[in-house]
């Protein structure tokens, strides 16, 4: 898949977008959380065009502050999972943050979230951390993940 199937979010994609959220997480974001990563100076969202459908597969929200990148925000539309998409969102996150000069990664995820915890160490994020009941819909704790790029 070329890059020009990733590109920034726009308002247009907020549609298909909340659909996504909607079914993959039990505490959505809301469009004014999707708006403002829109249009937030220090936010990169980026969604995954389907080839040849025209319709957004999936979504990466993070943002940048100095060297640090936080991933705040990744989902892959339910008919589209298990494809690489959510991979090739992170390595094209990843490629930009290059030219940004990045030099670590951190996010959260649910420690029972499996699936995601190998993609990201698939990655070379490791467990750095624990956020106790840091969900608030279940209780459930979060991992930590951080990734260093490597020295140049």
């Known amino acids: 898949m070329s890059l020009e ?36 100076s220090n936010a990169v969202p980026l969604v995954l065009i389907e080839p040849g459908s025209q319709r957004v597969a999936g979504y990466l929200c993070s943002w940048i502050v100095l060297d640090e990148c936080h991933i705040l925000n990744l989902a892959v539309r339910k008919d589209c999972r298990r494809r690489g998409y959510a991979s090739r969102m992170i390595d094209h996150l990843m490629r930009f943050c290059r030219q940004k000069d990045v030099e670590r990664y951190y996010l959260e995820v649910r420690v029972s979230n499996v699936r995601a915890i190998t993609l990201y160490e698939k990655f070379g994020f490791h467990v750095c951390g624990l956020r106790k009941a840091y969900y608030q819909d279940t209780g459930e704790d979060a991992f930590i993940m951080l990734r260093s790029a490597p020295c140049q």
Do not use: C
């Open 5 to 40: 199937w990733i590109r920034r979010m726009e308002e247009r994609d907020l549609d298909e977008v909340l659909a996504i959220e909607n079914d993959a997480f039990l505490t959505p974001w809301s469009r004014s959380s999707f708006l403002n990563e829109i249009h937030g």
